[in-house]
């Protein structure tokens, strides 16, 4: 089972940038998907980013152009680079796995479709 721990969140004023980290723990399962999702005060959560095994990515409408996601060659640490912040990005972010392959771009994943998830990292950006 994969193990997921994230790191890197904070408080930054708007426009400001953040990089997230998700050091994942690959025993007998092989991830082929991994991305971010992120929950604020009284919404679902709902999807950031996806990386698949081949490298294609998808990004949330809302993030796109602002936020990169990425993981390093030996595919044991996902990144988000998060640049240009507004305050309707304060949420908690939660790095996520799965063995299959993403079933499709950011927008219509869903949580269950991920078998992995960390604990959570929560950013605060300030107006």
């Known amino acids: 089972q994969v193990q997921l721990v994230e790191s890197g969140g904070g408080s930054v004023q708007a426009g400001g940038s953040l990089r997230l980290s998700c050091a994942a723990s690959v025993y007998t399962d092989v991830v082929h998907c991994m991305g971010w999702f992120r929950q604020a005060p009284g919404k679902e959560r709902e999807g950031v980013a996806t990386i698949d095994s081949d490298g294609t990515t998808s990004y949330a409408d809302s993030v796109k152009d602002r936020f990169t996601i990425s993981q390093d060659n030996g595919k044991n640490t996902l990144y988000l680079q998060m640049n240009s912040l507004k305050p309707e990005d304060t949420a908690m972010y939660y790095c996520?796995?799965?063995?299959?392959?993403?079933?499709?771009?950011?927008?219509?994943?869903?949580?269950?479709?991920?078998?992995?998830w960390g604990q959570g990292t929560q950013v605060t950006v300030s107006s």
């Open positions: 996520v796995a799965d063995s299959w392959g993403c079933v499709g771009p950011v927008q219509v994943v869903k949580p269950d479709d991920f078998d992995a």
